[in-house]
């Protein structure tokens, strides 16, 4: 154990932290397993007197009675430099956003980070943000909305169809989707994920109510389901793999009817983080002033292992949402599925990288592992692309999230109107059933500009030109 570990346990005095060292030490020698030892520090901080006659921590004990620590009377020391990180479309990334990844990368917990072409001011860790840390995971850096996820269809009925039966697509999207804050249908929908054990942190017991009356809706913000023309291109030599458990995405080149949606886990997700995040806030609340929203949680810790398990459930239950979308949708025309692709970016995995496991969290950013599929979309006036990962160890295997935000809602409403917005989506064959002006194209990036800053990192297999968008409509609180 290392004087840093001692430190952001509570034992920050440099005489309190020497006799931590040595108690450490002499256990260690004599067969205590590391992964007993910060528990033991913490028992002994929290009740010294237990351990005043203890073999190896009873200096340490007997210092702590005779001056009780508050517990957080010591601040966290950032590093001195970051830990090693690269920007992707650096030209386009303003410089808060840098400023943000930079600030991560100083935590003691990290180990490598990376900034995607998309990237964003965000809270804590920017959007379009990945870091790798070690032993701890980050609330804020997986995000409020967690498992914010993407989700492809690929519909076995012609691509033509879209115009063909523009109203029989239009009023399945209106009848099968719900959005907006508080979203639910009246009649509640079904699926395994209920089936889960909930009850694997109080909070995701209390959440799964409200989680089942929300199951199959899509929230607010930049979250759509949309129907669109696919144009595949030439098969890749490699055949990809899919993530999460999507289908394959094994098609002949051609144009085909697919179905796109963007969405997370709604209320409950939001719920996960709040708590989590204030649980990780009161752990560190001397985190200088640039970090106070990386506050971070260690998952040999009880509160860390809650997180992390409640995440997970959270990932499974977007993906609920988003597999009962699609399955309403595809029932209602009457047709099946010839692939599919699905994918998380607002969450955490234990994965190997530089040798050793590290948790990476990517903040509004896709995996892409060698291999792995994903949908990086544009907006809806612009192309999705399904890619195929490369797997940069650079980029710890991520790729961007989407074209990425240009400028902040409120300046998107003040800069442009609807009318300016129509004719783009006239120009671009695309009708808009509901949205609000802060989603309006011109608030983005380019999407093709972001795929070519990161060529190196994903391979494009296929383009979703959309056609039928669907969104929250104007007036709600935005949830990514």
Known sequence: MK?????????????????GLAAVRSAALAGVKKKHLRQRVRDVIGDPSRFVDDAHFAELARQLAAAPLDGHDVPIDLREEPVDYRIWGEDGIDAKARRQLDAACRLPIAVAGALMPDAHVGYGLPIGGVLATRGAVIPYAVGVDIACRMKMTVLDLPAG?????????????ERETRFGIGAEFRERRQHAVLDDDWSVTPITRQLKDKAWRQLGTSGSGNHFVEFGELEVFARSPEAPRAVDGADRFDLEPGRYLALLSHSGSRGAGATVCS????????????LPREVKHLAWLDLDEADGAEYWAAMELMGRYAAANHAEIHRAIVKALGGSALAGVENHHNFAWKEMHRGEELVVHRKGATPAGEGALGVIPGTMAHPAYVVRGLGEAASLESASHG????????????????????KLLAERGVELLSAGLDEVPMAYRDIDDVMAAQRDLVEPLGRFLP???????AGERPED
């Open 3 to 19: 004087r840093r570990e001692l430190i952001n346990l509570g034992l920050g005095r440099r005489d309190l932290s020497d006799l």
């Open 161 to 173: 169809q879209i115009d063909g039966a523009r109203d029989r697509l239009k009023k399945t999207l």
């Open 275 to 286: 708590h989590y995040s204030k649980v990780a806030a009161a752990r560190q609340p001397d």
């Open 403 to 422: 074209a990425g935000r240009v400028m902040s809602r409120k300046k998107a409403k003040e800069s442009f109107t609807w009318s300016q917005a129509k």
């Open 467 to 473: 056609r039928l968008v669907k969104m929250a409509p």
